[in-house]
C-alpha cells in the first residue's frame, strides 16, 4: 500500500484564538518538496505518537444549529459519539482554520457542470495526494491487496458514522454492490469498474470493519477507481434497506404507503438509476410527496449535506458526523454552508467571476476567458491560475447513425482520416489557446506514457486539406448536384450537423474546425445546446458529430476501461457505437455487430487491466490499445490545452493545483475540507 509516510514534526503558529488543546503539528514532507505543498494525513494513533500529546476535539460552535436544518436528523449527541474512534487527522497547507461562513459556487445546470463542485464536498475508500501519484487512505483507514491482485481487503474507521448518526460498516458497502450495482432493477448493466475479467466480484463483510474484494481475474486497479472517481463504493443499507425487495419483504408497502409505486422506484427517487452523485433529490422530484418523506436526501459522508434543491440551485450545511480533524482536533469541514447556483449562459457565469461571486471554479471556464478574468483579478478579489489539462476537445463521428448513408461514410476510415487532416491544429491553437496548447491526436492515454511511441500523439494530424480532399473523393463524397458541396454517394446532400456546449470547449474552436470541414466540401452547420440536450441527443443516437473533454492517465485506466470498449465512454461524456454498445450488451440479439477490431481491442484492454504495471504484459497490451484505436482514428484529436483554475482571495489553505483536470476529480486531492473563508 503506498502512504506518505512520517518523517517528523514541527511547530505551526496558530492564528488568533485557538480552537482546540492540543497545538497543531505539520510533518516534514518526505519528497523534499517545501513543507505543506503536498497533503499529509495520518491516523488519529500515528499522529498522537508523532506530536507527543494526547488529541482533544473541538467543533463548530454552529454545528447544532446546522444539523437541525436536515430533515429526520436527531439531536446531537456530545462530538466524541460522533467522530470515529480513529478520525483522519489532516494537516491543514497554510494553518488552521476558523468556521463559518458560505462558500458560494456556480454550475451550469443540474446534473450538467456540477461536478467542480461535488468534487469540494466528495469522499471515497481512497484519493490521490496532491503529487497526482501517491494513493492515500480516506474513508478507509488502510488496505492491502495479496499477491496476485486477485484479493483486496480494506480496513474501515471503527465508529464512523452517516450523516444521520447511523453507524458506517462494511455492510454498506457489500449493499452498494450487491443491491444496487449488481441489481439490473437500479443498474441497467454493470459497470466495467464493478467487473474484473469481464465479471462480477464477490463483496463480502468479514467484520464492521472489514471488507473483502475478490476478483475473478488481477484488477490492481481497483484502488484507482475508488481514488480519483466520483464513485462511492458505499451506501447506507440502514436507510435503504427498508424499501429494497432483496432486503425487505415489506419494501414494496413501504414504499406505497409514501405514494411511490414500489420500492425501487423510492430508491431511485434518492439514488437515481445511475452511480453519478449529482442526481436530482426528492426536493426536485418528490412534489407533494416530499412532506411524508422519512428524509429530503439520502444519509452520506460526505463533508456537507444538501438540506434545499430547486431549479436554481442547492444549499448545502455541514456534516456533523464527519470523519476528519484537523492537526488541532477540530473536525471538519471549517465552512459551514455550500450554495450552488446554476447559471447556462457562460457570458452572465464570466460576469459573476469577474464580480468576485464565486468562491471557486474551474469547470467550464474556457481558455478564451482567461484574458479578461486575468485583467479583473485586483478589482475581483479572486486569483486565476492557468494550468495544464489532461483531457482535450475530442471529436467523433456516429458510427452507428440511423441515417444510413452517413454510416456508411462514417464507418470508413479514410473518411476519419480526411476529416483529421482538414482541422488546422496550429490555427486552433494560436486563436483558441493563444498559442499554449499542443496540437494532438487521440490516443486514449493522457498525458502519453513513456511506453507509448509518440508518432501515435501525431498520428493523421499534419493539416493537409489537399490530402483531405482526394480522400473525400476516393470514397465517393463529391459534388453531384453542381452546387459547391459534397453529396453522398447516393446522390443526397451531405451536410454535418454539429450541435455543441460550451461545458465541453469554446465556441470558438467548433467555429474554427467547421470552418475548416467547409472549406474541403463537407458542409457543416453548428449550433450550441446545453450540456443536457446534448447528452439526451448522443444517446438518442440522432447525433452526426459529438465532442466532448477526452483521456484518461494510465493508472484510472486500469481501474475502469469505458473509453476502451462501445460506445467508449460514459453518459456525460463523449460516445459513438451507441448500437454496437447495444450489440454486444444483448448478446448479438439487438444493436449492430461492432467490426472485429473492437472485440480485438477489448482483449488487449482485459490484458492491461489484469497486468500489474510496468510489466512486459503490461506495457505491450498498451501499445497495442493505443496502435488499433489511433489507428481506426475512431476519435479525433484536437489541442491539449491548459486552462483556469479561479478562486477567491477570500478562501484559505487553497494551494496552487497541478493540474485543471475532472480525470483526478478536479478539487479532490487538495482537500477541501480544510478550506476556510477569511469573511
Request: charged share 20%; hydrophobic share 40%; glycine share 8%.
Amino acid at each position: 500500500m503506498k502512504r506518505i509516510l512520517l518523517s517528523g514534526v514541527a511547530a505551526l503558529a496558530l492564528p488568533g484564538a485557538a480552537l482546540a488543546a492540543c497545538p497543531a503539528v505539520t510533518v516534514a514532507d518526505p519528497m523534499g518538496v517545501a513543507s505543506g505543498t503536498f497533503p499529509q494525513q495520518y491516523d488519529l494513533a500515528e499522529f498522537q505518537s508523532a506530536a507527543g500529546c494526547t488529541m482533544d476535539f473541538a467543533e463548530n460552535p454552529a454545528i447544532g444549529d446546522l444539523n437541525a436544518r436536515i430533515k429526520g436528523n436527531p439531536a446531537l449527541p456530545p462530538l466524541a459519539e460522533r467522530l470515529p474512534s480513529e478520525p483522519l487527522v489532516v494537516a491543514p497547507y497554510d494553518g488552521i482554520g476558523q468556521y463559518g461562513g458560505q462558500f458560494d459556487a456556480l454550475s451550469n445546470a443540474t446534473e450538467s457542470g456540477t461536478s467542480d463542485f461535488l468534487s469540494v464536498r466528495h469522499v471515497n475508500l481512497f484519493r490521490y495526494s496532491d503529487d497526482l501519484q501517491t494513493v492515500v487512505p480516506n474513508v478507509a483507514k488502510s488496505w492491502e491487496w495479496n499477491g496476485d491482485f486477485t484479493q483486496l481487503t480494506v480496513h474501515l474507521r471503527a465508529g464512523h458514522k452517516w450523516s444521520d448518526g447511523a453507524p458506517f460498516t462494511a455492510a454498506d458497502v457489500v449493499f452498494w454492490y450487491d443491491n444496487l450495482m449488481m441489481d439490473t432493477n437500479v443498474m441497467a448493466e454493470p459497470k466495467d469498474y464493478a467487473l474484473a475479467g469481464g465479471k462480477p466480484m464477490k463483496v463480502e463483510a468479514v467484520d464492521d470493519t472489514t471488507v473483502r474484494f475478490t476478483l475473478e481475474a488481477p484488477k490492481p486497479g481497483l484502488i484507482e477507481t475508488f481514488s480519483f472517481t466520483y464513485v462511492q463504493p458505499f451506501q447506507p443499507k440502514h436507510f435503504f434497506g427498508q424499501f429494497h425487495p432483496a432486503l425487505d419483504a415489506n419494501a414494496d408497502a413501504n414504499a406505497q404507503a409514501l405514494g411511490y409505486e414500489n420500492g425501487y422506484e423510492l430508491i431511485k427517487a434518492y439514488y437515481g438509476n445511475s452511480d453519478w452523485m449529482d442526481t436530482p433529490s426528492p426536493m426536485l422530484t418528490a412534489g407533494d410527496k416530499l412532506a411524508g418523506l422519512p428524509k429530503d436526501t439520502m444519509p452520506t459522508l460526505e463533508s456537507h449535506i444538501l438540506v434545499k434543491e430547486t431549479t436554481e440551485g442547492r444549499h448545502y450545511v455541514a456534516n456533523p458526523y464527519f470523519f476528519q480533524v484537523d492537526t488541532a482536533g477540530n473536525q471538519l469541514p471549517y465552512i459551514s454552508e455550500m450554495d450552488e447556483t446554476y447559471v447556462g449562459d457562460e457570458e452572465v457565469r464570466t460576469l459573476k467571476l469577474l464580480n468576485g461571486e464565486v468562491d471557486y471554479k474551474s469547470q467550464a471556464v474556457n481558455l478564451t476567458q482567461a484574458p479578461v478574468l486575468l485583467e479583473g483579478q485586483e478589482k475581483g478579489n479572486y486569483t486565476v491560475d492557468v494550468k495544464p489539462g489532461i483531457a482535450s476537445a475530442t471529436l467523433t463521428f456516429n458510427v452507428t447513425s440511423e441515417d444510413m448513408g452517413k454510416r456508411a461514410v462514417f464507418n470508413d476510415v479514410r473518411f476519419r482520416t480526411a476529416m483529421s487532416v482538414a482541422i488546422d491544429r496550429d490555427q486552433l491553437n494560436e486563436v483558441v489557446a493563444f498559442g499554449l496548447g499542443t496540437p494532438n491526436q487521440y490516443i486514449g492515454f493522457s498525458p502519453r506514457p513513456d511506453f507509448i511511441d509518440e508518432k501515435w500523439s501525431n498520428h493523421e494530424i499534419a493539416f493537409d486539406p489537399d490530402r483531405a480532399r482526394a480522400l473525400l473523393d476516393e470514397i465517393g463524397l463529391v459534388d453531384k448536384d453542381g452546387d459547391g458541396d459534397r453529396d453522398l454517394p447516393n446522390g443526397d446532400p451531405f451536410v454535418l450537423d454539429w450541435q455543441f456546449s460550451t461545458q465541453a470547449s469554446s465556441s470558438q474552436l467548433v467555429e474554427l474546425i467547421a470552418q475548416n470541414w467547409t472549406e474541403v466540401g463537407v458542409t457543416t452547420t453548428i449550433k450550441e445546446v446545453t450540456s443536457d440536450e446534448y447528452r439526451s441527443s448522443q444517446s438518442a443516437n440522432t447525433l452526426d458529430v459529438m465532442m466532448w473533454g477526452k483521456g484518461q492517465p494510465a493508472g484510472s485506466i486500469l481501474g475502469d476501461g469505458e473509453i476502451w470498449v462501445p460506445p467508449f465512454d460514459g453518459y456525460f461524456d463523449v460516445r459513438t457505437g451507441m448500437l454496437w454498445a447495444e450489440w454486444i450488451s444483448s448478446n448479438g440479439s439487438a444493436g449492430v455487430e461492432p467490426p472485429a477490431w473492437v472485440a480485438e481491442l477489448k482483449g488487449e484492454l482485459d490484458t492491461y487491466q489484469s497486468s500489474a504495471p510496468g510489466t512486459e504484459a503490461s506495457i505491450a497490451a498498451a501499445q497495442k490499445m493505443v496502435e488499433i484505436m489511433t489507428g481506426q482514428v475512431l476519435f479525433i484529436g484536437t489541442i491539449n490545452a491548459p486552462a483556469p483554475v479561479y478562486h477567491s482571495n477570500k478562501l484559505k489553505n487553497f494551494p496552487e493545483f497541478k493540474t485543471q483536470s475532472y480525470e483526478f476529480y478536479r478539487t479532490y486531492p487538495y482537500r477541501p475540507a480544510q478550506w476556510w473563508l477569511s469573511e
